[in-house]
């Protein structure tokens, strides 16, 4: 059974879905691969209240690392891509090469690339992290404007 539900945040409004009481997404506005709102199941917050605790003290600069337990579907390489996403530390990048590297196949970072642009829990998963080899900013599903806000605030570059 999905549940979803919808909460302001300092990068517009997030959607959080839930599937059998687990978050197996979190959606911004207007983002790349959203799935259809018909997906998300009925509106309701009873399974969202230790996950919104958590995103409000990671927006205010109280939390670096979420505890609560994930469901992420995907392809086996994408969940692998996606847990490598997950050993990023707070405030850090890694480019797609590292993270094929990371992953034993330092020719993958196209496919990284691809699996990073698939990741259906941003933010907590945290694909944002992800950077060109030349430091640049490259694809984010929410906008690379957002992208920068996100690692901006991450390095304590911005306070909202």
Known sequence: MRQHTVIDSPYDTLTLVAEDGVLCGLYMTEQRHRPPEETFGVRDETPFGEIIDQLTAYFEGRLKEFTFPLHLNGTPF????WDQLRRIPYGE???????ADALG????????GLANGKNPIGIIVPCHRVIGASGSLTGYGGGLDRKQRLLDFERGEALF
Not at 78 to 81: D, E, L, M, N, S
């Open 78 to 81: 994408q969940r692998t891509v």
């Open 105 to 112: 196949n330092p020719h993958a970072s196209r496919a990284v």
């Open 93 to 99: 990048t890694r480019s797609y090469g590292e993270l």
